[in-house]
């Protein structure tokens, strides 16, 4: 029988019963020795406390005072010879010598006042080293996630599920590799697993490329609604399109292949999941310099939403299950898409945006904060939107909504006669429209921060599309010639500039836009955040600057021209690190640039080039066109040389 299977009340302080009653409970070797052997004693007659144990435990009362030797009967001859009326025995206290002084307590010391651990436990229970003794009990609700070690711990502590044995929960609690160094909190009682090349593509996904569209469900909400209907469609899209921001290695040609398999399998269900899908893997192919194949799945994409309905108020509402956030979700699919069709048509020129003339009737999506914590609002619509000037209602439209203003007016530029040289009259006319949108935005809208001083990546591509839709409108019948840039073709084919009467109203039009979208780069938030789109734009702004910095007379801003193409070329860098239009739209931009540097290198060495200039005028400007091209060289330099 366990020896530790009995309570601590079994054990007497003083009896009259035997020795083997006596110390019942005390130990397994108290109980267990062989009944008849004797105590060794030294010379001096002092018991070696080294030498086996005594058969007899202890001696009775009487034969103690007289050190004698006792039997240990009870009860013992002597008594019974000299017919003593009581043989009481006692627990004998040989060898202790009292407490220590200014001694350590042994923390592995049980103690006999201790209460035993439970039946079948014994040495597995945990023992605290260098701990102080305190109450064991824990305030409610205290487990290894709230764990303070700056409280006392006590000597001994029920068996946790975190340590299986005495060892490991020494380790645990005396140096655990998961306390945060700077303030000593346990954060995590067991370590995680490391997440697999799926969960970090997931993760990528949310971080980077969701903000720039953000229509699929918040990451939770959508795992969750994962379990209980197949999206493995679009689950596989968001892991492919998350592997081009992170090293993942032949995982990504997988990841790709199983979305392409995915999304055209022909059981595949027609259904709002399967445009997210679709529009996560055409940015995904357009970024990546797939632009045929993303153009084919656009057309196919395009057709599925047209068929199925969600440019339709009702579709929201019958396929939302009475979940205010899925029915958002399927609000900004929509416009998402529409948004999406008509960046590519705008920025590539190759496409008409079809969806621009479906006349939907969709609610305008909420403000991002809303969404994420599914406050949702009730919609409003675009006519709403159109409306407000003259409604004389003071309503807030999200920044989602400024967004699709935005394109919108991106699709009635498209709509222009003449194949994109439109007239005076109608360049005026889309121009009150581009200069209407930015002067009634609110005051919370004017740049592409919020209210915490957050980037605001739906207002971010709103006034991204409308400085671009600015130099496309106006360059056409600008004095920039463009012939400077005729090779950078990342984008969009290259388009001679036709002369005209009215070019300087035209030029400051696309040098102020240009000016802004450099400025966009300033912002301190990864460039690789920004919808993949931003390349494109990049790529206008550039042209624009590589233009006038191509002009043979002098520019008394050119050392800020030479600023503005700087932080081109640095952006088109940061962003040719996932996207291979961008690395094209860079090298195309800095072997214009080099031109121009040699062109103008030439022009200087002519006398007659500097007359009129002062001799600190031609020293700066010789020396600010070396300087850029040899930071311009560095730059791409050290991009070509990062991992």
Same mark, same amino acid.
């Given at each position: 029988?366990?020896?530790?299977?009995?309570?601590?009340?079994?054990?007497?302080?003083?009896?009259?019963?035997?020795?083997?009653?006596?110390?019942?409970?005390?130990?397994?070797?108290?109980?267990?020795?062989?009944?008849? =052997?004797? +105590?060794?004693?030294?010379?001096?007659?002092? !018991?070696?406390?080294? *030498? /086996? @144990?005594?058969?007899?435990? %202890?001696?009775?009362?009487?034969?103690?005072?007289?050190?004698?030797?006792?039997?240990?009967?009870?009860?013992?001859?002597?008594?019974?010879?000299?017919?003593?009326?009581?043989?009481?025995?006692?627990?004998?206290?040989?060898?202790?010598?009292?407490?220590?002084?200014?001694?350590?307590?042994?923390?592995?010391?049980?103690?006999?006042?201790?209460?035993?651990?439970?039946?079948?436990?014994?040495? =597995?229970? +945990?023992?605290?080293?260098?701990?102080?003794? !305190?109450?064991?009990? *824990? /305030? @409610?609700?205290?487990?290894? %996630?709230?764990?303070?070690?700056?409280?006392?711990?006590?000597?001994?502590?029920?068996?946790?599920?975190?340590?299986?044995?005495?060892?490991?929960?020494?380790?645990?609690?005396?140096?655990?590799?998961?306390?945060?160094?700077?303030?000593?909190?346990?954060?995590?009682?067991?370590?995680?697993?490391?997440?697999?090349?799926?969960?970090?593509?997931?993760?990528?996904?949310?971080?980077?490329?969701?903000?720039?569209?953000?229509?699929?469900?918040?990451?939770?909400?959508?795992?969750?609604?994962?379990?209980?209907?197949?999206?493995?469609?679009?689950?596989?899209?968001?892991?492919?399109?998350?592997?081009?921001?992170?090293?993942?290695?032949?995982?990504?040609?997988?990841?790709?292949?199983?979305?392409?398999?995915?999304?055209?399998?022909?059981?595949?269900?027609?259904?709002?999941?399967?445009?997210?899908?679709?529009?996560?893997?055409?940015?995904?192919?357009?970024?990546?310099?797939?632009?045929?194949?993303?153009?084919?799945?656009?057309?196919?994409?395009?057709?599925?939403?047209?068929?199925?309905?969600?440019?339709?108020?009702?579709?929201?509402?019958?396929?939302?299950?009475?979940?205010?956030?899925?029915?958002?979700?399927?609000?900004?699919?929509?416009?998402?898409?529409?948004?999406?069709?008509?960046?590519?048509?705008?920025?590539?020129?190759?496409?008409?945006?079809?969806?621009?003339?479906?006349?939907?009737?969709?609610?305008?999506?909420?403000?991002?904060?809303?969404?994420?914590?599914?406050?949702?609002?009730?919609?409003?619509?675009?006519?709403?939107?159109?409306?407000?000037?003259?409604?004389?209602?003071?309503?807030?439209?999200?920044?989602?909504?400024?967004?699709?203003?935005?394109?919108?007016?991106?699709?009635?530029?498209?709509?222009?006669?003449?194949?994109?040289?439109?007239?005076?009259?109608?360049?005026?006319?889309?121009?009150?429209?581009?200069?209407?949108?930015?002067?009634?935005?609110?005051?919370?809208?004017?740049?592409?921060?919020?209210?915490?001083?957050?980037?605001?990546?739906?207002?971010?591509?709103?006034?991204?599309?409308?400085?671009?839709?600015?130099?496309?409108?106006?360059?056409?019948?600008?004095?920039?010639?463009?012939?400077?840039?005729?090779?950078?073709?990342?984008?969009?084919?290259?388009?001679?500039?036709?002369?005209?009467?009215?070019?300087?109203?035209?030029?400051?039009?696309?040098?102020?836009?240009?000016?802004?979208?450099?400025?966009?780069?300033?912002?301190?938030?990864?460039?690789?955040?920004?919808?993949?789109?931003?390349?494109?734009?990049?790529?206008?702004?550039?042209?624009?600057?590589?233009?006038?910095?191509?002009?043979?007379?002098?520019?008394?801003?050119?050392?800020?021209?030479?600023?503005?193409?700087?932080?081109?070329?640095?952006?088109?860098?940061?962003?040719?690190?996932?996207?291979?239009?961008?690395?094209?739209?860079?090298?195309?931009?800095?072997?214009?640039?080099?031109?121009?540097?040699?062109?103008?290198?030439?022009?200087?060495?002519?006398?007659?080039?500097?007359?009129?200039?002062?001799?600190?005028?031609?020293?700066?400007?010789?020396?600010?066109?070396?300087?850029?091209?040899?930071?311009?060289?560095?730059?791409?330099?050290?991009?070509?040389?990062?991992?």
């Amino acid at each position: 029988m366990d020896s530790y299977s009995q309570p601590a009340s079994a054990t007497p302080s003083l009896s009259n019963g035997s020795p083997t009653e006596l110390f019942n409970g005390l130990g397994p070797d108290m109980s267990s020795q062989p009944p008849h =052997s004797t +105590p060794t004693s030294t010379a001096s007659g002092a !018991v070696d406390p080294r *030498a /086996p @144990p005594n058969t007899v435990q %202890a001696a009775c009362l009487a034969c103690r005072a007289k050190h004698l030797k006792c039997d240990g009967k009870n009860p013992c001859s002597r008594c019974r010879t000299s017919e003593s009326g009581e043989c009481v025995y006692v627990a004998s206290r040989r060898g202790y010598k009292g407490p220590r002084r200014n001694g350590a307590p042994n923390p592995n010391k049980r103690h006999a006042s201790d209460s035993p651990p439970d039946a079948g436990v014994g040495d =597995s229970c +945990p023992m605290l080293l260098g701990r102080a003794t !305190v109450s064991t009990a *824990a /305030p @409610p609700g205290m487990g290894m %996630a709230t764990f303070n070690p700056a409280l006392a711990l006590p000597e001994s502590s029920p068996v946790t599920p975190f340590a299986p044995n005495g060892l490991n929960s020494l380790q645990l609690y005396s140096r655990n590799p998961y306390l945060d160094a700077t303030n000593g909190a346990l954060v995590e009682a067991t370590p995680r697993p490391p997440q697999t090349v799926p969960e970090r593509c997931i993760d990528s996904f949310y971080y980077y490329f969701y903000p720039g569209h953000p229509a699929v469900l918040p990451k939770e909400q959508l795992l969750k609604v994962a379990k209980e209907r197949n999206l493995d469609h679009l689950l596989a899209a968001m892991r492919w399109v998350g592997s081009l921001y992170v090293d993942v290695g032949p995982a990504r040609a997988t990841f790709f292949e199983e979305v392409m398999r995915l999304v055209y399998s022909p059981d595949v269900i027609k259904d709002g999941y399967l445009v997210q899908a679709m529009v996560i893997l055409l940015i995904g192919l357009d970024g990546s310099c797939q632009q045929e194949k993303a153009r084919d799945i656009l057309s196919d994409v395009e057709r599925i939403a047209i068929e199925i309905g969600l440019y339709t108020r009702a579709f929201a509402t019958m396929h939302g299950g009475g979940i205010p956030r899925l029915e958002e979700s399927w609000r900004r699919t929509w416009w998402d898409l529409f948004v999406v069709d008509g960046m590519v048509a705008g920025v590539h020129r190759q496409t008409n945006f079809l969806l621009f003339d479906i006349v939907a009737d969709v609610g305008l999506p909420c403000e991002e904060h809303e969404y994420k914590s599914g406050s949702i609002p009730r919609p409003m619509y675009l006519e709403d939107f159109d409306d407000q000037v003259f409604s004389g209602e003071e309503r807030e439209f999200s920044s989602f909504a400024y967004r699709v203003a935005s394109i919108r007016n991106l699709g009635r530029m498209m709509r222009l006669p003449n194949g994109g040289f439109p007239n005076e009259e109608n360049v005026n006319r889309i121009e009150s429209l581009l200069s209407n949108w930015r002067m009634h935005l609110p005051a919370s809208k004017r740049d592409c921060l919020n209210k915490n001083c957050e980037l605001d990546e739906m207002m971010f591509q709103a006034h991204m599309i409308n400085h671009a839709c600015s130099i496309i409108l106006h360059q056409p019948l600008s004095q920039l010639d463009s012939s400077a840039t005729r090779d950078v073709t990342a984008c969009a084919p290259h388009r001679a500039v036709q002369s005209g009467d009215n070019f300087n109203l035209h030029t400051r039009h696309i040098i102020t836009a240009a000016c802004e979208i450099s400025k966009m780069v300033t912002y301190n938030v990864p460039i690789t955040s920004h919808t993949h789109f931003f390349t494109c734009v990049l790529t206008l702004s550039s042209i624009v600057h590589l233009s006038k910095w191509a002009l043979e007379y002098f520019i008394h801003d050119e050392d800020d021209l030479r600023q503005q193409i700087r932080l081109n070329i640095g952006a088109l860098n940061k962003l040719s690190g996932v996207w291979k239009a961008a690395s094209n739209a860079s090298g195309q931009v800095r072997g214009v640039a080099q031109e121009i540097y040699r062109a103008k290198k030439a022009q200087q060495s002519n006398p007659s080039f500097w007359v009129g200039f002062t001799q600190e005028e031609i020293l700066s400007s010789v020396a600010a066109d070396e300087n850029i091209m040899s930071e311009i060289d560095t730059m791409l330099t050290s991009s070509a040389s990062a991992p």
